[in-house]
């Protein structure tokens, strides 16, 4: 069974920096791509960020590029999402997300997703 299990999430003060993780298991994860979606209240669910099985390959949402920053360890078969300055509109649940394919990722229509975790930016 695939389970993502997101953490580091938070109140924090806008201008601030939270590191999110996501530890996966079930499932071959040097193989996976790996992303980072959020929702915030009313609106729909959104990419933040994207990133190959090896690392070599990221894209993120414009919202977020200079900010945010993922990266992967997969000797520890996790995936990370370094957010700095944050903003009052990065106020969101985070998912994690996972499948074979980085476009299938980048889509939002990947097979796996953890239960996320509250990030909240006050002004």
């Known amino acids: 069974q695939v389970q993502l299990v997101e953490s580091g999430g938070g109140l924090v003060q806008a201008g601030d920096s939270l590191r999110l993780s996501c530890a996966a298991s079930g499932l071959t994860f040097s193989t996976s791509s790996m992303g980072w979606f959020r929702q915030a209240p009313g609106k729909e669910r959104e990419f933040v960020a994207v990133i190959s099985w090896s690392g070599s390959s990221t894209d993120y949402a414009d919202s977020v590029k200079g900010r945010f920053t993922i990266s992967r360890d997969n000797a520890k078969n996790t995936v990370y999402l370094q957010m700095n300055s944050l903003k009052p509109d990065d106020t969101a649940v985070y998912y994690c997300?996972?499948?074979?394919?980085?476009?299938?990722?980048?889509?939002?229509?990947?097979?796996?997703w953890g239960q996320g975790t509250q990030v909240t930016v006050s002004s």
């Open positions: 997300t996972a499948d074979v394919l980085i476009l299938t990722v980048r889509a939002g229509k990947a097979a796996y």
